[in-house]
């Protein structure tokens, strides 16, 4: 059988290696990796070495020579977001790995600081919510990328209300030009790192933000509290967020009651890709994104006004993995990501037209659509069916809230609302 050695390299430099790499470096015969770490091998190390920054690139390059002892070089630590997972894959042969010393490890080791409280996400190459990992973990520390950079990341995290943060940038580890950053979130926003870099950032508070702390020091004229006190209260809180908590205007929101019933329905737990077809208000699209954290969420809004009160709320609940789409459903939706789930509030009369386009992206999509006329309800039900060829599920529902009248309560009765839904894995 057939022997891979996966060696890694640290952060880059050659310093890092362990005796136990180096010496399967220098019995190699083939050498296989991302060109920067085969420009800065060590001496004695074979000149016989492929690029290949896949896994399968890199698999092919072995099996296509007639090395005896070939070697594949990663960064940081083999076991954490390395190209050593997905070998296994192609490989169908032994896989000895050499693990290196992790960027993180390093950095922590720089700084003076313990890590095995930090939180590892990684933005590089991947959907990353910086403001809900934050929120949800008091240090974390991230793998940073060409479309996350250190200070991309601060930004959204400033917004949000983390500004006031303590954070870490590590830039170039273990090589000569090596640059390691610290300052508040803010601070390190107003800075430039290169692409492959890392970042800590710590949300308790240190003698260092005091003063600087915009988490609890930032009000406005709506908000009593911002960006992650909002967050924070609303993961307390759970499903069916208070209506009073969004920026309200004269745009019409799918009512506390009949959201918490919606995202029942909907089951968006360990969804990808989430739509918000007619969002208005955006309360829907905030409860999705703060229920999947790891999730793309989408919100679809052809009115102005309704468009600046999602980023409102987007910015009030710090939302980092929602976006905001302006345009009419259905054409909004053509260059978007195939959703996994999709709550319709809204279609302007092309429902038909919508979930035409929504089933095709992804024919197991689970749609939940909300409907106050009985047309739009009778349309929805018989659309759905026609593309799940099951039948779609009608709960309707009558919400009434009390009133105080002189010395006792009356109730006031909402309009009744119809939930449809179909597709995806309830209909299994």
Excluded at 112 to 118: S, V
Excluded at 124 to 153: I, K, S, W
Excluded at 234 to 259: C, N, S, Y
Excluded at 314 to 337: I, M, T, W, Y
Aim: net charge negative.
């Amino acid at each position: 059988m057939r022997k891979l050695t996966v060696v890694g390299m640290g952060p880059g430099s050659q310093s890092c290696l362990t005796l136990e790499a180096l010496e399967a470096l220098r019995k190699a015969d083939l050498i296989v990796g991302a060109g920067r770490l085969l420009e800065t091998l060590p001496e004695g190390c074979s000149k016989n070495r492929k690029i290949a920054v896949s896994a399968q690139a890199v698999c092919d390059a072995v099996y296509g020579s007639d090395s005896s002892f070939p070697c594949v070089v990663c960064t940081g630590d083999t076991g954490c977001y390395s190209l050593c997972t997905g070998l296994g894959k192609y490989w169908d042969g032994e896989l000895s790995i050499l693990p290196g010393i992790g960027s993180m490890s390093y950095l922590a080791a720089k700084l003076q600081l313990p890590w095995q409280d930090w939180k590892v996400v990684s933005a590089h190459g991947r959907a990353c919510d910086p403001v809900a990992a934050v929120t949800e973990n008091p240090e974390v520390f991230f793998l940073t990328g060409p479309d996350n950079t250190a200070q991309e990341l601060c930004r959204q995290l400033m917004q949000a209300g983390f500004g006031g943060c303590r954070a870490y940038v590590g830039e170039k580890l273990s090589y000569p030009e090596e640059r390691i950053v610290s300052g508040t979130v803010q601070e390190i926003a107003e800075k430039i790192f290169a692409p492959l870099a890392v970042l800590v950032v710590k949300r308790e508070k240190t003698a260092d933000d005091i003063g600087n702390d915009t988490v609890s020091t930032k009000k406005d004229s709506e908000n009593s509290v911002t960006g992650s006190c909002w967050r924070e209260r609303a993961k307390t809180h759970g499903p069916g967020l208070l209506d009073d908590w969004f920026v309200r205007g004269e745009v019409p929101m799918t009512k506390q009651e009949v959201r918490a019933a919606a995202l029942a329905k909907l089951g968006a737990a360990g969804a990808k890709v989430l739509y918000d077809v007619g969002a208005g208000t955006g309360s829907v699209s905030v409860e999705l994104s703060l229920m999947a954290g790891q999730a793309d969420v989408y919100a679809i809004e052809c009115e102005e006004k309704a468009v600046e009160l999602i980023g409102k709320n987007r910015e009030r609940f710090g939302c980092g993995n929602l976006h905001v789409v302006f345009g009419k459903a259905p054409q909004a939706l053509d260059s978007l990501p195939a959703p996994d789930a999709v709550f319709i509030g809204g279609t302007k009369g092309n429902l038909p037209e919508i979930l035409s386009i929504l089933f095709e992206k992804n024919p197991s999509v689970r749609i939940v659509v909300t409907a106050i006329l009985l047309e739009t309800a009778l349309q929805a039900c018989e659309s759905l069916e026609a593309f799940t060829l099951k039948p779609a599920e009608i709960m309707q529902l009558q919400v009434s809230r009390s009133k105080k009248a002189g010395k006792g309560h009356m109730l006031c009765a909402n309009n009744p609302i119809f939930l449809i839904s179909a597709g995806g894995c309830a209909d299994e």
